[in-house]
């Protein structure tokens, strides 16, 4: 079974500052998708980012990039010229092909300090 | 993005009663719905896997006659907790995907059972 593994349960960055939060897994498959989610105190799942494990190519979305490391099984999430409303619990999950359901991490609280 | 309602967003029952929570598509069809619990601070659990007109999938310990899962239409998924109990509260959020690869959350609702 695939795992997802977020090794930082609280992270802080400073407003307009930049910040990393880590995200490994493990699968023994070699086509899948991997997802930032935002959960922000709302509680609403937001999507922030997909990448697709054949894309060789880094996804980004304006401030939101991330570091995809096939063969190391990493995916970390860079957010840019951080915002306050950035801070919320920040998770990343994995999704096999075909009609499969997400496989979530544990999640990274991230504050912003103004 | 594709919106995804979920109803409703809390609910306090007594114990031993049933409560019904509905998750809609609002404009895609859901081929796929997925039914997640979440406590506090913690990261989301699948519970059950419904593809529509067929039975839903259980996890593994999620008990099927306790959570009962009903997705009769493309845009229609409920989660019955039946005989509810005061550690059947938590946060439930249901997950829909359509044609596209990504999974679109519903708002979630908070369960209390006194």
């Known amino acids: 079974a695939q795992t997802v593994t977020q090794s930082q349960p609280e992270m802080s960055v400073q407003e307009a500052e930049t910040v990393t939060l880590s995200c490994t897994y493990d699968?023994?498959?070699?086509?899948?998708?991997l997802f930032w989610y935002k959960q922000p105190p709302s509680r609403q799942m937001i999507l922030v980012i997909r990448?697709?494990?054949?894309?060789?190519q880094n996804a980004t979305e304006n401030r939101f990039s991330v570091n995809f490391q096939k063969a190391a099984k990493s995916f970390s999430l860079k957010i840019s010229d951080s915002q306050l409303g950035d801070a919320a619990m920040y998770f990343c999950?994995?999704?096999?092909?075909?009609?499969?359901?997400?496989?979530f991490g544990k999640g990274t609280r991230l504050s912003v300090i103004a | 993005g594709a919106v995804v309602s979920q109803h409703p967003s809390w609910v306090i029952c007594k114990s031993g009663t049933s409560v019904k929570i509905e998750c809609r598509s609002l404009?895609?069809?859901?081929?796929?719905m997925f039914w997640y619990r979440q406590f506090p601070k913690q990261s989301l659990m699948l519970m059950a896997t419904?593809?529509?007109?067929?039975?839903?999938?259980?996890e593994q310990g999620v008990e099927k006659d306790k959570f009962l899962i009903n997705h009769a239409s493309l845009t229609l998924s409920t989660l019955t907790v039946t005989s509810a109990h005061p550690e059947d509260s938590s946060f439930y959020i249901c997950?829909?995907?359509?044609?596209?690869?990504?999974?679109?959350f519903g708002q979630g609702t908070r369960l209390t059972v006194v």
């Open positions: 997950s829909a995907r359509g044609p596209s690869t990504e999974a679109f």
């Open positions: 699968t023994s498959e070699s086509d899948y998708y």
């Open positions: 990448q697709e494990a054949y894309k060789q």
């Open positions: 999950a994995y999704r096999s092909t075909g009609n499969t359901p997400l496989v």
């Open positions: 404009d895609f069809q859901a081929t796929t």
């Open positions: 419904s593809n529509e007109g067929s039975k839903a999938t259980y």
